[in-house]
Structures are given as C-alpha cells and as structure tokens.
C-alpha cells in the first residue's frame, strides 16, 4: 500500500489542481517512467545535456505554462482559439511550481537545475518596467528557451556591491559591456541572460545596471563549464557587448533590489527539490533493507536499523510538511505581510540541511550498496549535498533569520488566518516585493497556538518547554553587543530558534492534513534531540558566558519515549518496500 505522505509516480494524482497542471504534471512524470532508471542514471554518469528533457518541455509549453505570469500570457502566446486557451493556464503559481520541484528533483537534479536557474533568470525581467523586454521574455518561453542569471563572479562571488561586469556608455544611450561571469546555470544555451553590472561613468548604487543578454551574440563568449556535470555551470564572458536602451531591466537601487529579490523566489525551490531527492532514495533504501538478509533475519529486524530508517522517515515528513505550510505565506505576501521572509530562508537552510540528514541516516543502513552505479541513491547521496549550499549558504542564511528572532517569540502581532493556497491564481507580489531592506520591522502571528493545539502530544509538550526556554534566553541571556559580532555563537542560536519556527509550520500543516498523531508524536521526539543537542552545541561556544552555559543545560530534554508508537510508526516505514522502483 502507498504511503499518502510521500510521492509515489505509481499512484500520483494531482488532483487539488486545475485540469491543465494535472496534465503537465503527470506527463512530466510518465517522460521519466517511459525513459527509465538506466537511461536516467546512464545521462548522469555521462554528463550528457539535458536536450531530451527540454524538448519535452518545449513541446508540452510546460516551463511556459508554469513561468509565465498571466499578465504576459498573450505575449508568447500564438493565434487561434488553442492559443488562447494555452494562454488562460499561464500563471505564477508558487504551489504548483513546488509540485514540480519535487518531480524534478525525484528523477534527477539536473533536470531540476535547468529549471531553477531559468527561474532565477526571468525574475529581473518580471519585475521590471520594460515591456519590450517581458514580451521578448514570454516570446522566448514560448519557443521552449530557457534562461540564466548573470549574478556571480569568479573573484567575488555572489558579492554584487564588487561587481567588475562594466558597462561603458554610448552616445545612443546604450553601453557597451565588458566583463566575465562565473558558476551561471544554463549560460551555454540560454536564449536570454539576465545580467547584472555597474557603469563606468556612475559611483555606487546608483551606477547598478541589470540587463539582458543573448548567449548566441557573437559578443558572448562561452569559457567552460565549471562543474563536472550534466549541469551547465557556465563561465562566461563579453568583450564590447553592445546593450540597447531596450535590453536594460533596471538602474540604480532598482537593480540591487531586483538582485535580491530574485534570490528570495528562487531560493524557495530548494526545499522540495530536496523532498523529491529523499523520497526517491528511501524507497530504495527500504526496500533493500528489508529484503536483506544477515545472520537469519532481515536487516529491517536490527533495533539501530529501525531507528535510522524511522527517523528519516519523520524527518523527511517534516520536510514536506513545512515546506507545503510555507508556500501559503508565501503566495499570500503582500505589503504588509511580509512573513514569508523568514519561512523563505527556513526552507532554504532548514530543510535542505534534513534532507542530508534524511540521506545520511539511510546511507548508514545500506552501507556499500549506496555506491552502487545502477542505482539512484548513489547519485542521491551526491547531489543532496548541493542544495543546502546554493543561493546563498547555510550560514548566511542562519544569520538572516536571526533578524527576525525577537520579534517572532516575544511580539507577535494579530493577523487573519492564513489558508491552504491551492487556488489557481498568480502570485504577483513576488515580482514587486520593493526595497530588500527593513527586516527588523516584520512582525508574525504568534507561534503558541499551534503548539497548544497539540499540547496533549506528550514530545510537542516536550518541544515547547524548549521553545519557552528559547523565549527567556532572548529576554534575559541574549548576546551582547560584543557576542553579536561573534558569527559562531550566534549561528548556534540560529539553529535553536529555527527548530522552533519549523516545529511551528510542521504543526498548523499537521493541523490542516490532520496528520497522524503517531507520525507527529515521532517527529517531535527528533526535535527534541535536535533542540538538546544545538543547546549543548551552544554551551561549548568559546564566548558563550556562565549564565548561557547554565542556560543551555537547563534546556537539554530527553524526549517522551513510546515503545507501542515507535511500533505503529515503523509499520509505516516498514510498508513502503517495494511500493515504488523505477521502470529499468
């Protein structure tokens, strides 16, 4: 029997979606089964362009459909009753563009990587005024290109104050640009990249310039790849690129902003791009481990086995459920609800980081058979590593969240509920999100309720206790001026407050799913542990002082042990071998 939780290409139906995404999602899924497990893993070792898949993609119009927002739906879009109706499915629809996340990053991150980085390089053009240059954007789609985004640079990174791309300009009002890009997805087949600069001739913000480029201009010069990798990582070069008035996207602050922006809706994809990476090699790693045999019984039969795969399993649920719970505040930001800011960097550094755990836990039970070649977890095992680590890393992105820890535990602020967001609808706001800057001012809903609807789940008690505690570190213990500029200490505290946000949205999820309590119960067991040990992470730190060192001790909890739960919760993982292995 298919475990409801988990994706299954066997009895994959999406039904809480519109007639249209239903098709292009499960067709995405029956191109993979019709190709198979070896062609899949065969292009992998090989590091063969993703051409197949594109193809595919261009015939279906399924990154049209789903990258298009409805405001330029007629700009690609050809004559004729079916076009029109083609264009009445083109959305920015952040659910769906998870559900194939998930997809992708089942079968392969390659795939999933030529697609996140065409996402990353349409959001300058959408949020810019040009209409010109959205129109030539949908046109493109249309015809099945993708896109790159023209961000980092060999010596300074994704640091875009230090920019060396420069623009000169011309006496048109155009420029001239010059200048090399490094670790650019898709830069070796991108119809258009998006660029970011500075000009000569302007000091500053105000000298910022994004703008859009053809890699087949013969201005555009291809290095290499820099990656050994199906994915085209590209590095690239323009030596006197002639940019128009009408490739320019922004200038000044705009362009900054734009930057940044386009980071927070693409770093969203990498948390159910891990999800489909964990789903695909447990069902692998069940399935052998329960048909392999040692000194009599099956491996499945060894306590330690139990625990690793049963705790993968709840890790991995609490993966999809706060992912699920996150793309509702995503889709409905607005001015004043910017509380997507946090959850987006949650699932960026939070889920991700489970995801290797998810992985790891496996790996210890399957041993040598992870390295396998012929099978997905090997390549599993590899690419998880790679998400937690784009679009920003864990550490940055702990210390994001961290901007918005006081405010989150001890001010919340009334807001209407927040619903499941299924409907087919665009998600506009994420195209004007305005200035990146005044974090500190965000204010969230309060995070007790939940916890309190599940306060007779003896481990959700536990965690709150914890999370409590949290509550009086900030007020009385938090760091001092001089502990603030220690980066460590804070990093650890970082990971103490995620656990309380994550523990938030896995709960209003479980509410709305009405999740086993079983699962849950498990669930909150593993936080427990996690919190424990971040307190006692926290409690080595160099600087940490005597009332944080008392502090953390105080916090450790041992988590609500329930052999009979364990039991029921190990059926399910149990249940899953051979429910699910791909066509060879």
Not at 13 to 34: G, I, M, S
Not at 222 to 230: A, H, P
Not at 254 to 276: E, H
Not at 481 to 504: I, P
Request: negative net charge; hydrophobic residues 45%; contains cysteine.
């Amino acid at each position: 029997m298919a475990d409801s939780l988990l994706f299954n290409p066997h009895t994959y139906d999406p039904a809480h979606f519109d007639p249209e995404t239903r098709r292009l999602l499960r067709a995405t899924v029956d191109w993979f089964e019709a190709r198979g497990k070896r062609r899949i893993i065969e292009d992998y070792r090989t590091r063969a362009w993703l051409g197949d898949f594109l193809a595919f993609s261009a015939k279906e119009g399924l990154f049209e459909t789903f990258l298009t927002p409805s405001a330029e739906a007629g700009a690609g879009a050809a004559s004729g009753a079916d076009a029109s109706e083609g264009a009445r499915d083109k959305r920015w629809d952040t659910a769906r563009i998870a559900a194939l996340n998930e997809i992708l990053g089942f079968y392969g991150l390659d795939y999933w990587y030529a697609w996140q980085v065409t996402i990353l390089g349409l959001g300058p053009v959408w949020q810019s005024d040009n209409s010109a240059a959205r129109a030539r954007a949908a046109e493109l789609l249309s015809q099945g290109e993708v896109f790159a985004f023209g961000l980092s640079e060999k010596t300074h990174g994704a640091d875009i104050y230090s920019t060396d791309m420069l623009l000169a300009p011309e006496a048109d009002g155009g420029f001239r640009a010059t200048g090399s890009k490094y670790y650019i997805g898709n830069g070796n087949a991108a119809g258009l990249v998006s660029v970011f600069g500075r000009r000569t001739d302007v000091e500053g913000p105000d000298g910022y310039v994004f703008f859009a480029a053809d890699s087949r201009h013969p201005s555009y010069h291809l290095v290499k790849n820099v990656v050994d990798s199906s994915k085209f990582v590209s590095e690239f070069r323009l030596e006197d690129y002639p940019v128009a008035a009408e490739d320019v996207l922004h200038t000044g602050r705009a362009a900054f902003d734009a930057a940044l922006n386009t980071v927070n809706v693409g770093k969203f994809n990498l948390c159910t791009a891990s999800i489909g990476i964990c789903e695909h090699a447990m069902y692998e790693a069940v399935t052998h481990a329960q048909n392999r045999i040692l000194y009599g019984r099956p491996v499945t039969a060894f306590p330690h086995v139990r625990r690793e795969l049963a705790d993968a399993y709840v890790r991995l649920v609490g993966m999809k459920l706060f992912s699920d719970r996150a793309v509702d505040y995503f889709r409905s930001a607005g001015p004043d609800d910017r509380r997507y800011l946090l959850f987006n960097p949650m699932t960026k550094m939070k889920v991700t980081t489970e995801g290797e755990k998810v992985i790891d836990l496996m790996w210890d039970v399957i041993a040598a058979k992870g390295f396998e070649k012929d099978n997905y977890f090997a390549q599993a095992a590899v690419e998880i590593r790679g998400l937690p680590k784009l679009e920003g890393t864990v550490h940055v992105n702990l210390a994001l969240i961290l901007k918005f820890m006081r405010n989150h535990l001890l001010a919340p602020a009334d807001y209407e509920p927040v619903p499941t967001r299924l409907d087919a609808a665009d998600d506009t706001f994420l195209f004007r999100q305005g200035p990146a800057r005044g974090l500190g001012s965000v204010r969230f809903h309060d995070w007790r309720p939940a916890y309190d609807a599940y306060a007779g789940v003896p481990n959700v008690a536990r965690l709150r206790e914890q999370a409590d505690a949290l509550c009086e570190f900030v007020r009385t213990a938090a760091p001092d001026e001089e502990q603030s500029r220690d980066l460590d200490l804070l990093l650890a505290v970082g990971q103490l407050f995620a656990l309380v946000v994550h523990g938030q949205l896995v709960l209003e999820q479980a509410r709305l799913t009405d999740l086993d309590e079983d699962v849950l119960d498990e669930l909150f067991a593993v936080l427990v542990r996690d919190f424990s040990a971040h307190a006692i992470e926290l409690h080595g730190k160099d600087s940490a002082t005597e009332q944080q060192q008392a502090w953390a001790l105080a916090a450790v909890r041992r988590p609500v042990v329930d052999e009979a739960r364990s039991g029921r919760v190990w059926q399910r993982v149990e249940a899953l071998s051979g429910t699910y292995e791909m066509a060879p």
